[in-house]
């Protein structure tokens, strides 16, 4: 990765860390930052597993937001690599950001994220973001405020992705709190995802809306082919969609094929936008028991700092 030096001495750039508990909205957040896609989302929690950076680029900044998959205690090897990706994250950042949703009571894990975050920057609290402000109630956000106070004097930062309400001061708050730097990607960059990850990320984002909590992580996608004709606009791709169980597969083909033919035509979609061409997209679904224990096979999808 490399820089270049800026035009204004006054031009200010950092990496900034999205940190919090699972389903806090950081890919939300993130997608909302840049006004595109780059980070899927689900309901179900955990549902990032790449340690993927949101480029910002302001006349007055480039800000590198680095959305972390949410810290949680994790219960196989899969959820150990995404936790070390979160970890690896926190260092040689500039600043660091800790996400609260508004509609779920503040508790310990909330407590340990914040303690983590204040250690890895040795001792300079974290920015606190309280999100999902457009559906929590006033005394929702009213309690975690005095549930904050408990354990620091740092006044929370009120935002909602899905309105925009907060966003444009946040990123002035967080602009005037990084140092002056240069522009360490091109302009125009939004993502330093190769294709081939957010394609996987894309199409694993529709299996999981697709199929809600009956497969929630058990699902790896591969990319076994790209080929792209722009002379006929048309990018071709097949992928393997890889789960634990006979019974998961079942479920994510469907009905006479009917699961795997939807989550097809909805990714077709998110990937036409992404490529800016049309899509044929060819998926298949295979078994492969207890890939989430095998750390190879993990870093085989791409999940992981050894990726």
């Known amino acids: 990765m490399g820089c270049s030096m800026t035009q204004d001495d006054n031009f200010r750039s950092g990496f900034v860390t999205l940190a919090g508990r699972p389903n806090a909205g950081k890919s939300t957040l993130a997608n909302a930052l840049i006004g595109t896609k780059v980070a899927i989302t689900s309901s179900a929690p955990q549902t990032t597993r790449h340690r993927l950076r949101a480029i910002l680029t302001t006349d007055a900044a480039q800000i590198i937001f680095v959305d972390t998959p949410g810290l949680h205690k994790p219960k196989d090897a899969l959820g150990e690599e995404v936790n070390r990706s979160t970890y690896k994250a926190l260092e040689d950042t500039d600043l660091s950001v800790l996400l609260i949703d508004c509609t779920r009571p503040l508790g310990k894990g909330d407590m340990w994220v914040h303690e983590l975050l204040t250690k890895a920057s040795g001792g300079t609290e974290p920015l606190i973001l309280f999100t999902k402000t457009d559906i929590a109630s006033s005394e929702e956000i009213e309690a975690q405020c005095q549930a904050l106070a408990a354990f620091t004097n740092a006044k929370p930062m009120l935002v909602s992705a899905v309105t925009g309400q907060g966003v444009a001061e946040f990123v002035q708050t967080v602009t005037d709190m990084l140092p002056v730097g240069p522009l360490w990607f091109p302009a125009d960059t939004q993502t330093d995802q190769p294709f081939e990850t957010l394609i996987a990320e894309f199409i694993r984002e529709k299996v999981l809306r697709s199929t809600f909590d009956e497969v929630p992580h058990a699902i790896g996608v591969r990319i076994d ?11 071709s791709i097949e992928a393997t969609i890889f ?8 479920i994510i083909i469907g009905k006479r094929g009917a699961g795997i033919k939807t989550i097809g035509t909805d990714a077709r979609t998110d990937l036409e936008l992404l490529l800016g061409t049309r899509v044929f997209l060819d998926l298949r679904v295979k078994v492969k028991k207890n890939w989430r224990k095998d750390s190879a096979q993990i870093r085989r999808f791409g999940y992981g700092e050894g990726s």
């Open 225 to 235: 082919e790209v080929n792209q004709d722009l002379r006929r606009d048309l990018t």
């Open 243 to 250: 789960v634990e169980r006979d019974s998961q597969k079942g």
